[in-house]
């Protein structure tokens, strides 16, 4: 009859949907993923959690920071954010990524970005503007920044070299 033809279709149009649904989801990739966790770690740096900052990081992370310092380890680093949050009560640094490039591996990725850093000094306000590069890798199925560095181009500040 009609009714049992059109009961044997409809859990056929249901399965097509469901698929059809499923197909269309946006799937997050790897480059969105580290995007990301560069949004938590600036929201990490915000709200002053040196334990969430460092937890981004490498056991054998590496920096060279704006000035020119290299500092290693994710220890090091721990105390370098420690002094620098004491030292300025309002510290902010953004970092905004303008690309990033996952390996055709899956394992490591290329971020390219500018940041800015900003406090307040006894003198005025104090404000750093530069070009960053970021090397991720995959650690145990999550994304650890290897290393980085940063490169200042702009200050704005009475204490400019």
């Not at 499923?22 to 480059?31: V, W």
């Not at 993923?33 to 949004?39: C, G, H």
């Not at 905004?96 to 003198?123: F, K």
Request: glycine share 8%.
């Amino acid at each position: 009859t009609g009714d049992d033809v059109m009961s044997m279709k409809v859990p056929g149009l249901m399965l097509l949907a469901v698929l059809g649904t499923a197909q269309s989801a946006p799937r997050q990739l790897p480059a969105d993923d580290v995007r990301s966790l560069r949004k938590q770690s600036n929201a990490a740096i915000a709200r002053h959690d040196v334990e969430a900052v460092v937890s981004f990081l490498d056991s054998e992370y590496q920096i060279t920071v704006g000035s020119g310092d290299l500092f290693h380890g994710r220890a090091a680093e721990l105390e370098a954010w420690r002094a620098e949050f004491a030292r300025a009560a309002d510290l902010v640094y953004v970092r905004t990524p303008e690309s990033v490039e996952v390996s055709t591996s899956g394992e490591r990725a290329a971020e390219v970005g500018v940041w800015v850093g900003a406090w307040t000094t006894l003198s005025g306000p104090h404000r750093l503007r530069g070009r960053y590069a970021a090397h991720w890798r995959k650690v145990d199925g999550s994304w650890k920044i290897r290393s980085e560095l940063f490169v200042t181009l702009n200050c704005e500040s009475v204490r400019c070299p």
